[in-house]
DNA sequence: CCGGGTTGTTAGGTGCGTCTAATTGTGCTA
DNA sequence: TAGCACAATTAGACGCACCTAACAACCCGG
């Protein structure tokens, strides 16, 4: 179940293209990581090898149970982050932003629920 | 003046012994962090190579002015970042310091000042 | 229904940080 | 002071994520 912060990315992003309603597409998640086309590619394969996406040559880019629910742990980790950042540090929300989309992947479990659980008693939830 | 998240791990722990008033050895870097010998020997390589570390076959291992100042920058994000989580969150020391040694290379400066900010309006400084 | 622009894929190669196995240097002790 | 244990280094290789250049498939306008 081990995920590499670059494969976490790339199913962030399928993920929230999803939520924004529009259809995933190579080039656009390559020009949105800042990558090659390639190595979107190769991700996808990746990340298909390892059950987290449905995809075939030329097809549609989907995630799977196991990916979506990945994906959206991720995705959480994020938001909360990003509330500890805005909401209580008084930081800007593109900084904030950028800041909880490289600390998402390296802080644990544990701390995330301990941001909660503070954002909850302050009422910043 | 970019260094990878894993120069500043040899780096930091270098720093850190120095506080520790211990001598800086390579088995000992190497058990520390968790990685083989050579990696360390090939870390310090570059790290003398980049400037940052005096180092000399077989010889002492120490660091430059630089170095010094690069490792101090890194070890005082870790100690805002523990702080935040200990006096604020309410985290376990140990957690919180796993936390704080892989935040630390990912947080941006802005983040730390914020954090910082945070820490001294509510006393926790 | 076909030709060209866009999108996607393949092939091949690079840098970085890591490893193991083998070798060399250091320094203590008997 | 010779030898031995251990510390450090070298040599060579690997995996991962990335790249560029070239090629293949798709699809839409004429």
Do not use: W
């Not at 939520?19 to 656009?28: C, E, F, Q, T």
């Not at 799977?64 to 980790?77: H, L, N, R, V």
């Amino acid at each position: 179940m081990k995920m590499s912060i670059a494969m976490q990315n790339y199913l962030e992003i399928i993920y929230e293209t999803n939520l924004a309603g529009a259809k995933v597409r190579v080039s656009d998640m390559a020009s949105k990581l800042g990558v090659s086309k390639p190595s979107v590619n190769n991700a996808l394969n990746v990340l298909k090898e390892q059950g987290f996406v449905n995809y075939e040559r030329y097809g549609d880019i989907t995630l799977t149970d196991i990916g979506e629910s990945q994906a959206q742990k991720i995705f959480k980790k994020h938001q909360t982050i990003k509330k500890l950042f805005v909401n209580v540090l008084g930081m800007e929300e593109e900084m904030a932003d950028d800041d909880a989309c490289r600390i998402e992947h390296v802080i644990s479990q544990d701390a995330v629920e301990a941001i909660e659980k503070y954002l909850e008693k302050t009422d910043n939830n």
